[in-house]
């Protein structure tokens, strides 16, 4: 993992012992308000309009990089009290990598199959060093199906077998003779509270059958220092310079744009989801 050392501002949002814990863990819980109450309030509202919006039968889980075409997004995903989570793990030039809201409706939402977000960003970073920060909409519970990670799990790119993508989220899951998921440790948290992990932690959730809704906006970032494979995937996929400056010779999108082009590309090459 990255060892940059921290900014001295940085370190007043993550303490010594909270950095090392998300260092040797792969993961973190932070229970306190990541955005200031009507900033948290503005983002929730912006969700909600942007739920109401969908299209007739698509599901609210695959509400994928939807900064993309609405820049109305960067005021949360550049906000200060955001980048000072993550500049104590990645150093102060930071990227962002991508976002997601995914919303999982009371009843019937589907289950996340233990994965890593890495295997779904094969050839993309260079070095594989992404850091998710998880803002809880709503309450994430055991009983409305949080995310739950198995700590310490840094393999990367683990074997996979496929799953019904009528109950699930994604089309694969990690063999399950690959990890221990009796050690999952669930993320409980309170709207605009927030988990922090490593894109190579295994993680998952189980379906929401329960009678509340359960949404988070999973933030992704990494340092400038990581190159980002923009010949390979430049028709699908963008970073945007969140903080500080380039180190890598990366191209960055610019926040001021609407990219449906981006749409477009992403649906051709069939990647959806992460």
């Known amino acids: 993992m990255n060892k940059t050392a921290p900014s001295r501002r940085a370190s007043l949002r993550l303490s010594d012992p909270q950095i090392e814990f998300y260092r040797r863990e792969g993961y973190l819980l932070y229970d306190q308000p990541v955005l200031p109450r009507d900033r948290f309030a503005g983002l929730a ?30 005021q949360w995903l550049f906000a200060d009290e955001v980048l000072d989570l993550v500049e104590p793990i990645l150093g102060e030039d930071i990227a962002l990598f991508s976002s997601h809201f995914l919303c999982k409706p009371k009843g019937n939402g ?46 990367g790119n683990s074997e996979t077998v496929p799953v019904d993508l009528a109950t699930n989220v994604f089309a694969t899951e990690i063999k399950r003779h690959l990890f221990d998921a009796s050690k999952g440790v669930p993320c409980v948290l309170e709207p605009n509270h927030a988990s922090l992990h490593d894109g190579r932690l295994i993680h998952g959730s189980e379906p929401n059958l329960s009678a509340k809704r359960r949404c988070g906006y999973t933030m992704r970032y990494i340092s400038t220092r990581v190159r980002f494979n923009h010949e390979k995937v430049g028709g699908w996929h963008q970073i945007y310079l969140a903080r500080g400056r380039d180190h890598a010779g990366n191209v960055y999108a610019d926040p001021a744009r609407s990219y449906d082009d981006f749409l477009a590309g992403r649906l051709k090459t069939g990647k959806t989801g992460h």
């Open 45 to 74: 509202a912006h969700f909600e309009k942007k739920l109401a919006a969908l299209p007739s039968g698509e599901r609210p889980e695959n509400m994928d990089v939807p900064h993309f075409t609405d820049p109305a997004l960067f």
């Open 110 to 155: 589907k289950r996340v199959p233990w994965h890593e977000d890495s295997s779904y960003w094969k050839g993309m970073l260079d070095p594989m060093d992404v850091v998710t920060v998880w803002l809880a909409i709503d309450p994430s519970t055991e009983e409305n199906g949080c995310m739950k990670v198995i700590p310490r799990t840094f393999s």
